[in-house]
DNA sequence: CCAGAACCTGACCAAAGCGTCAACTTTTTC
DNA sequence: GAAAAAGTTGACGCTTTGGTCAGGTTCTGG
């Protein structure tokens, strides 16, 4: 083999190769969200990613190693929103900006918020237990905020993972379950105002329901 | 053809065949949820029900047959909890009611709930419009429910489209994400007393959040 | 007891899909 | 400009799966 020196670093990845890694993932989650992990075909992904079949897998292992990449990333993004919760905040506002980024989350991402719900339904077959570990620390860090906020008078003593449950399932539903939710909202589509209205109405009954108040009692 | 009193009338089935009807459709809602329509074979759904794959076919015409006959019966069971809510009942215990009812079929059916909820995350594509309409139609009886108590000064007028959506994504979540929740809830599976205190948590926060008191004003 | 109806089933077929491969083309580097 | 590396791809192999069928067995009613 030629001087190892000629080889690109791992982490410099050619434009070719970002671009087409980028290209099949794109394509693959809004496939694999439609369709699911089994009834969804590499052919399907290859075409929509404008490749031959044969490509894909020059920049992926296996089927599994699409979708896993894909999952990994999501993780991450689940995160993000719940940077809202910091115990220095206003309870009030906090909250209220986790709302706000969950929903706009389900608005902005609906097939990224669709393709882990699919996977959390299906059983999780492909998260990890690192996967699930670093979901639960994440979440354990943000109870410990909700109980400073009820020592500190703030808020009531309310069950902090049912609270943050409540908060999952009505901010992601609007994207999970978005065919309930235009059909119940009598839409074809759910809109940006319906997101404002999911996002005022949310809020008000999460901060009147936990008893947030702006000042200490 | 021989005389048609002969034969059996379409609704006196045989009880083999009830019986081994009933054995595919138990059989088929097991799998179904944990792996999907297309992750699912026949030859599972048989070995499950303990006949010959062949045989599955002489009950059920094809694949499909199965998957829709049990999505039928899960939108006559989602009419079900919604009976807790009409306007001539104190609205704290209709939501209660209907909130312990909801999570009672989450924790009895959530093979049930779960298949209902990948059908959807999926897009619905196996969901009718008569579905949908039906299920349009009943929510919007309740919707009514839910404005009889804002005018009679029970509750506050809180969006009925968006307070469902939060009751049933919260409800829900026990069974659809029970992955997420035992994680979160830092359990192997979610237990009954962890659906009494999500009953008791959602209960609380709904109602308070709603503003619903027992006494009008 | 027998004929008809209902039920059962092993073997089979066609189609679909994951993944591979050898040969080719393009890009990159020296 | 040439060699090496990276990227491309049509054809193919193997396995799986939905569904069929012909022939068989069991049940039921007269």
Partial sequence: MKPAARKKPANAEGRIRARNHARI???????????????????????????PKANVYYYFKTKKAIYTTLVANLIDQWDAALDNLRSDRDPAEALAGYIRAKLEFSRLHAAQSQMFASEVVH?????????????????????????????????DPVDPIHLFILLWGSTQY??????????????????PADFDKAAETITAIVLKGCGVRTKPR
């Fill in 174 to 191: 609007y994207a999970d379950f978005e065919v309930m939710a235009v059909n119940e909202l009598g839409r074809r589509r759910v809109r």
């Fill in 25 to 51: 993932l794109d394509a693959a989650i809004t496939i694999f969200t439609q369709k699911g992990y089994d009834g969804t075909t590499i052919a399907e992904i290859a075409a929509a990613a404008g490749l």
């Fill in 123 to 155: 059983g999780g077959r492909f998260l990890t237990r690192a996967n699930l570990r670093h979901m639960h620390a994440i979440t354990l860090e943000k109870v410990k905020v909700f109980r400073a906020w009820a020592r500190a008078g703030k808020m």
